[in-house]
């Protein structure tokens, strides 16, 4: 039987994919050239950004032992996972789905450094398994941070301040960072005498604030209405300063949860007094979705995404699992839904602009020599020879030009020009000139050589 075509699935800001049918399994992505180039911009941006903050990058293996990596992996994560056995050892291999415990299992040994604090950074895929109907993908692109060996309220500052800088170097101009503390949502469910089961459901529906299911748990668990109305009361908290007060009227002074509201106070006094109050959202309910999470939790969120673009916070226990205890903290960010979230009209601008260098074969040198130039400049460069040369030069750049779906052409060995000047074509619209010469709609003119990068850089400065 034969399968059906491949067809084009696009979605306006998303991935441009191609839906393959049964050639590609569900939830995995084959994102196309123009997407491509955006997304590795993105990365590489995000990345620069965290090295100015002293983030180094680390490479980590797709594949892991499940029984060297399932200590800092929770129950329903090691399910979701996809599992191999290797051929070699007999011994069973988990394809990544987390990158953090990673990171912890690799500082655990000792084979990062002994100097503390570290600061890490990473580009990874990672893959668990998600229904169809979750709206979720199986491969998800994701680049964060962790900062390891630091416990105090300037560090926790540190990587939120960290996440809203870089989200803003990328171009992403509105959202909000959901921040809470999980010991307060915790410490509410222990006190209200759920069973250790009971608690594990309830801080799963916490997670999604599906408050009418956190409901229905509090009441199998038996938990008292007054207990259960503090509960639901504290899921719902959000906003600025005076969501404290009312946490510390929950709290009604028991040590655990004072202390972590007292820590989290101390954050957001630093984030407010560094001018990122704008930006922040305090939400009693924050409890992220692993297990590993023990202090300051934060979601990022952006309008018209219905998830979150990322998240991290706190996990002083985690590397303790695999046998060395060293608090830490970091995020990640899906690649993905951030690319959803940008305006990629405006991310585009931010690129270095594109050309196709043409030029007639006798003059293959001059092609080559031009080429490179550019390239040398940071300017992507494509280059073509052609075989008209003279009057049908210039439509065959034009020509070429379109193929190419590039606007800005440089011709090389054009006549009426001298030995060290090339003629600039911007097309404008293509879909304007698709069909015709072009000749009418393209604005030409003579550059020197010497200039051409400093004039096509004016260009870019123009169009912005």
């Known amino acids: 039987m034969t399968s059906a075509p491949p067809t084009r699935r696009t979605s306006p800001g998303q991935f441009p994919l191609f839906h393959e049918h049964s050639l590609v399994p569900v939830g995995m992505a084959t994102i196309l050239p123009e997407a491509a180039r955006h997304v590795r911009h993105l990365e590489a941006e995000l990345l620069a950004y965290f090295s100015r903050f002293g983030y180094d990058e680390i490479i980590l293996p797709t594949f892991e032992y499940l029984d060297v990596l399932a200590p800092g992996l929770e129950s329903t994560l090691l399910e979701n996972s996809y599992k191999i056995v290797d051929r070699t050892t007999g011994r069973i291999l988990l394809l990544r789905p987390d990158v ?7 500082v655990a040994m000792g084979m990062v450094g002994v100097h503390f604090p570290l600061r890490l950074s990473y580009r990874a895929t990672v893959f668990r398994y998600e229904p169809e109907h979750a709206g979720r993908d199986r491969e998800i692109f994701q680049v964060g941070v962790e900062l ?3 416990d105090d309220p300037s560090a926790d500052s540190e990587i939120i301040m960290l996440l809203i800088e870089c989200l803003r170097q990328v171009g992403l101009r509105s959202f909000k960072i959901s921040l809470g503390h999980v010991g307060f949502f915790k410490g509410l469910l222990i006190r209200a005498g759920l069973s250790t089961e009971g608690r594990k459901r309830a801080e799963q529906a916490a997670s999604r604030k599906d408050v009418p299911r956190l409901g229905e748990i509090l009441s199998q668990e038996r938990v008292t209405k007054r207990s259960t109305h503090r509960i639901l009361e504290a899921l719902e908290l959000c906003g ?6 009312k946490g510390r009227a929950l709290a009604k002074g028991e040590r655990p949860l004072v202390e972590a509201l007292d820590r989290l106070a101390n954050v957001y006094r630093l984030l407010c007094a560094t001018g990122f109050q704008e930006a922040i959202l305090l939400d009693l309910g924050e409890f992220r979705g692993f297990d590993y999470y023990d202090g300051i939790v934060f979601d990022v969120f952006t309008g018209g995404i219905g998830v979150e673009l990322g998240g991290g916070g706190r996990y002083d226990h985690l590397i303790g699992r695999f046998g060395r205890n060293l608090p830490s903290t970091g995020f990640a960010l899906s690649v993905d839904r951030l690319f959803r979230g940008l305006n990629l009209s405006e991310t585009a601008k931010s690129l270095d602009p594109e050309v196709l260098v043409v030029a007639p074969l006798e003059e293959s ?5 031009v080429a490179q130039q550019l390239r040398r400049g940071g300017i992507r460069t494509v280059q073509r020879s052609v075989d008209p040369s003279g009057r049908g030069l210039i439509g065959a750049a034009v020509k070429a030009g379109l193929e190419a779906e590039i606007e800005t052409i440089i011709v090389v060995g054009a006549d ?4 060290e000047q090339v003629l600039v074509l911007h097309q404008g619209d293509r879909r304007r000139v698709a069909g015709s010469s072009g000749r009418a709609h393209a604005r030409k003119r003579a550059v020197s050589v010497e200039g051409l990068i400093a004039s096509l850089r004016a260009d870019l400065e123009g169009a912005l």
Do not use: F, M, N
């Open 416 to 419: 009426g020009l001298a030995s």
């Open 365 to 369: 040198t001059r092609l080559v020599s």
């Open 100 to 106: 953090t415990a990673q990171i912890a299992r690799t």
């Open 148 to 150: 390891i060996g630091a």
């Open 240 to 245: 600025q300063a005076e969501v404290l007060s």
